[in-house]
C-alpha cells in the first residue's frame, strides 16, 4: 500500500485538485476537511508528510500543528491564504517544515512536499526517537523516562523536532524562559550538560545532543 499523504484543507475543490496530483506519485492522499478530525486519524496512520490549512472549521492548523509535534515528527507544510511574516513565522516556531501561501500551483506544492520527505528520509528509522511529554516535562526512550525541568525540556523540544539541524546558543535561548531575562552562554552550557546526563541515563549512556563548536547544538540519531 503506498505510503499516505495527509491533506488538511476545507476547501473541497481545492483539496480534490491537490488529491489527483498527489494521486499521480507514489502517495496516497488522504482528505480532512474538519480540523476535529486530524489528530486520531495522524496517530492511527502515521502519514509521511501532512499539508495542514491554517484556518479550519474545529481545531486550527497552528493548533494541530502544535499537538502533532508532541507525539511526531512527521513532515508538516502549512498552508494559508495569510502572507503576513508573523503567520509564517509562528507556523515554523511551532515545528512546521516549510509554508505555503494560495493561491499556489499544484505542482509546487507537490514538489515541496517532496523536497521536505527528501529532508527527513534519514530520519526514516523512528524507532529511536524521544518521545517529549509537554504536560508532564518527561521525556522518553523505549519506555525509559526522566523528568525534565521546565528549562530543560524548552531546550530539548527544538532539538528533538529536528534531528540533525543546528541550533545557535541564540536560538536555543529564546525557548528557555517564557520572560526577556539576560542569558549567558555558561547558563545554556550548564544546562545542555545537564540534560545531556539525564538523556544518557534513559538510553543506554548515548550521547544526544552534539557540541557544534562556534555554532551551538545539535541533537544526532
Known amino acids: 500500500m503506498p505510503d499516505s499523504i495527509l491533506?488538511?484543507?476545507?476547501?473541497?475543490?481545492?483539496?480534490?485538485?491537490?488529491?489527483?496530483?498527489?494521486?499521480?506519485?507514489?502517495?496516497?492522499?488522504?482528505?480532512?476537511?474538519?480540523?476535529?478530525?486530524?489528530?486520531?486519524?495522524?496517530?492511527?496512520?502515521?502519514?509521511?508528510?501532512?499539508?495542514?490549512?491554517?484556518?479550519?472549521?474545529?481545531?486550527?492548523?497552528?493548533?494541530?500543528?502544535?499537538?502533532?509535534?508532541?507525539?511526531?515528527?512527521v513532515p508538516i507544510l502549512m498552508v494559508t491564504?495569510?502572507?503576513?511574516?508573523?503567520?509564517r513565522l509562528l507556523g515554523l516556531e511551532l515545528?512546521?517544515?516549510?509554508?505555503?501561501?494560495?493561491?499556489?500551483?499544484?505542482r509546487e506544492v507537490v514538489a515541496r512536499v517532496k523536497a521536505a520527505l527528501r529532508r527527513t528520509q534519514t530520519l526514516d528509522n523512528t524507532s529511536d526517537?524521544?518521545?517529549?511529554?509537554?504536560?508532564?516535562?518527561?521525556?522518553?526512550?523505549?519506555?525509559h523516562e526522566v523528568s525534565l525541568t521546565s528549562v530543560e525540556?524548552?531546550?530539548?523540544?527544538?532539538l528533538a523536532g529536528k534531528p540533525e539541524r543546528i541550533f545557535t546558543r541564540d536560538q536555543l535561548m529564546q525557548n528557555m524562559y517564557s520572560d526577556d531575562r539576560i542569558v549567558n552562554n555558561r547558563t545554556i552550557d550548564s544546562h545542555i550538560k545537564k540534560l545531556r546526563k539525564k538523556l544518557s541515563?534513559?538510553?543506554?549512556?548515548?550521547?544526544?545532543?552534539?557540541?557544534?563548536?562556534?555554532?551551538g547544538y545539535r541533537l544526532v540519531l
Open 7 to 73: 491533506i488538511v484543507e476545507d476547501e473541497v475543490k481545492l483539496a480534490n485538485l491537490l488529491a489527483d496530483y498527489f494521486a499521480l506519485t507514489e502517495y496516497s492522499p488522504h482528505l480532512i476537511h474538519h480540523g476535529d478530525d486530524v489528530i486520531d486519524w495522524v496517530k492511527k496512520n502515521q502519514p509521511k508528510a501532512i499539508l495542514l490549512d491554517i484556518m479550519l472549521p474545529g481545531k486550527n492548523g497552528i493548533d494541530l500543528c502544535k499537538e502533532i509535534r508532541q507525539f511526531s515528527n
Open 81 to 87: 491564504a495569510k502572507v503576513e511574516e508573523i503567520d
Open 95 to 106: 515545528g512546521a517544515d516549510d509554508y505555503i501561501c494560495k493561491p499556489f500551483s499544484p
Open 129 to 143: 526517537m524521544l518521545i517529549l511529554d509537554e504536560h508532564r516535562l518527561t521525556v522518553a526512550f523505549h519506555h
Open 153 to 158: 525540556f524548552q531546550l530539548l523540544k527544538p
Open 201 to 215: 541515563d534513559i538510553s543506554n549512556g548515548k550521547d544526544w545532543i552534539q557540541s557544534v563548536y562556534g555554532t
